[in-house]
C-alpha cells in the first residue's frame, strides 16, 4: 500500500515538475521554445526507445515503425504548444489550464462519441468551466492571452494523443514509436532554435530532464502503478498535479499565487472532482486512466489479452448458437481452469450467464469453495448476478472487455463491489478488447430485432 501511495506521488511530481522545468528554462530565456521542445522530444524518444528495447516489449528495429503518424503529430503538437505557451505563462497557470483543456478535450470527444452524464456530472463541468472562464477573463491578473491560447491547443493535442491511442494492441511501445518518429522533425527544430538562440547549458540540461526523467520516467512509473489505482482514484488523482506544480512554483521560481488563480483553481478541481465521481463515471480522465491501463497490460510478459481473446471467441460461438454473445474464462496463474459461454436459452435457465458456468466448473475443478487468487476474464462487464456470485466467490481480479450500461452491475447500476455491505470486491480491469466484444453485441442484437 505504501509503496503504491509512493508510485503514485512520484508519477503526479514527475508531471507537474514538466511545467516547471519548461517555465524554468522558458520563462528565464536560457534556450528558445524550438530548441526546448527539440531536446525533450529527443532525450524522450532515448529514454523511452532504451525502455522498451531493453524489456524486450519489442524489438530495436522495430521501434521506428511502431505508434501511427497522427499519434506522433499530435505529440509534437502538444510539445511544441506547451514549450511556446511557458514563455508567456506561470508554472502554477499553464499546469492548471493544461489540465482542464485535457479534460475539456476527452469530455467533448466522449459527449460527440453518445456519453450521457447524469445531473451531478453536468453540474460539475458547468462550474468547471465557468470558474475556468473567470480564470481567463480579461483582468488585472489576467494570464497573457496567447500563451493561455497556446497551452489550451497543448491540452487538445495531448487528448487526441491519447484517444487516438485507445483502440491500439500495443499502446506502450507504440507510445515509444511515437517519440522516435518525432525524431526527424525534432532535428530539423533544433537546428532552427540554434540559429534563433544559443543554449545555456543550464537550458540544455532543463530539456534533458524533462524529456528523459519528467516525461519517459514519469510515463513509466504512472503505468506501472496504474493497475493498482482504480479507475475514479486514478482520475481524482490526477487533479493533484496543478496543485503540485503550483506548490513548487512558488518557491522554487517565485512565482505569486493571486485570488484569482487560488479561487479558480479550487473551484475548477473541485467541479471536475465532482464530475468523475458522479453516478455515471462516464466522463473525463476515467478515459485516460483505462487507456493508461490498457497499455500497461499489453507490455506485460503474458498479456491478458490471450485468455480474454479465449472468452471473445467463446462469445462468437454463443452467438452461433443463438445466445446473446458473452464468454468467460477463469484463470489461476497461467492455467485455464474454466472456458464458458452463454447457455441461457439451451438451458432454458435465465441464470447461466457465461461467467456463472465458468465460476462453477472452475470451483468443481480446484474442489474448494473459493477462486481466491483466480482471476475472471469476461467479454461483458458482469450483471448483479454474476457480480455477487464474484464476491462470494472471492474473485482475485476481474477483467472485462465491454461495458454494459444497461445490465451491467461493475461500473454501471448498483456498482456493488462499491457498496458498503459488499465483504469482497476484486480488482477491476475493464475495457480489454472492447471494441471486438462491443462490435459482437452490436450485431447481435441488430440481427434479433431484425428476426
Ligand atoms: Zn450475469
Redesign the pocket.
Given at each position: 500500500m505504501i509503496r503504491i501511495i509512493g508510485l503514485t506521488g512520484l508519477a503526479m511530481l514527475a508531471f507537474a515538475a514538466n511545467s516547471v522545468l519548461a517555465r524554468q528554462a522558458l520563462g528565464a530565456a536560457q534556450l528558445d521554445a524550438a530548441g526546448f521542445t527539440a531536446i525533450r522530444l529527443l532525450a524522450g524518444a532515448v529514454t523511452l526507445g532504451l525502455l522498451v528495447g531493453l524489456s524486450r516489449a519489442a524489438s530495436w528495429r522495430q521501434i521506428a515503425s511502431l505508434g501511427s503518424a497522427q499519434q506522433a503529430a499530435a505529440l509534437f503538437g502538444y510539445a511544441l504548444a506547451f514549450s511556446l505557451a511557458y514563455v508567456l505563462l506561470g508554472a502554477g497557470m499553464g499546469a492548471l489550464v493544461l489540465f482542464v483543456s485535457v479534460q475539456f478535450g476527452m469530455i467533448a470527444r466522449g459527449l460527440i462519441a453518445g456519453d450521457r452524464p447524469g445531473a451531478l456530472e453536468w453540474l460539475g463541468l458547468v462550474v468547471a468551466l465557468g470558474a475556468f472562464v473567470y480564470l481567463i477573463s480579461p483582468g488585472l491578473s489576467a494570464p497573457d492571452p496567447l500563451g493561455t491560447l497556446l497551452m489550451v491547443v497543448s491540452g487538445l493535442c495531448w487528448a487526441a494523443y491519447s484517444l487516438l491511442g485507445r483502440g491500439s494492441t500495443r499502446p506502450l511501445t507504440d507510445a515509444a514509436g511515437s517519440f522516435v518518429r518525432c525524431v526527424p522533425f525534432a532535428l530539423i527544430l533544433l537546428i532552427f532554435g540554434l540559429v534563433w538562440q544559443l543554449p545555456s547549458p543550464l537550458g540544455v540540461a532543463l530539456a534533458i530532464a524533462s524529456g528523459a526523467i519528467t516525461s519517459g520516467l514519469g510515463y513509466a512509473i504512472w503505468y506501472a502503478v496504474l493497475p493498482q489505482l482504480t479507475r475514479t482514484r486514478a482520475a481524482v488523482v490526477q487533479l493533484s498535479v496543478p496543485v503540485i506544480a503550483a506548490a513548487i512554483a512558488v518557491p522554487v521560481l517565485g512565482e505569486a499565487v493571486t485570488p484569482r488563480l487560488l479561487i479558480a483553481s479550487i473551484i475548477i478541481l473541485g467541479g471536475i472532482a465532482i464530475a468523475i465521481q458522479g453516478p455515471g463515471a462516464a466522463v473525463s480522465c476515467d478515459r485516460l486512466a483505462r487507456f493508461a491501463i490498457e497499455q500497461y497490460h499489453h507490455a506485460m510478459p503474458h498479456p491478458p489479452m490471450t485468455p480474454m481473446n479465449r472468452a471473445l471467441a467463446l462469445a462468437e460461438e454463443a452467438a452461433a448458437n443463438g445466445e446473446a454473445p458473452v464468454g468467460a474464462v477463469v484463470m489461476e496463474g497461467e492455467t485455464v481452469l474454466a472456458a464458458e459461454r452463454n447457455r441461457m436459452k439451451a438451458l432454458n435457465d435465465p441464470t447461466a450467464?457465461a461467467?456463472?458456468l465458468a465460476m462453477r466448473a472452475a470451483l468443481a475443478k480446484r474442489g474448494t469453495g473459493r477462486l481466491d487468487g483466480c482471476d475472471l476474464y469476461v467479454t461483458l462487464e458482469?450483471?448483479a448476478?454474476?457480480a455477487g456470485a464474484i464476491a462470494h466467490s472471492r474473485v482475485r481480479r476481474v477483467y472485462f472487455a465491454a461495458e454494459d450500461t444497461k445490465?451491467g452491475a461493475v461500473e454501471n447500476g448498483v456498482r456493488l463491489f462499491e457498496q458498503p455491505s459488499c465483504h469482497h470486491a476484486p480488482e477491476i480491469i475493464g475495457g480489454i478488447g472492447a471494441a471486438r466484444s462491443e462490435a459482437m453485441l452490436k450485431a447481435f442484437f441488430q440481427d434479433l430485432r431484425r428476426g
Open positions: 450467464h461467467e456463472l458482469p450483471c448476478m454474476c445490465a
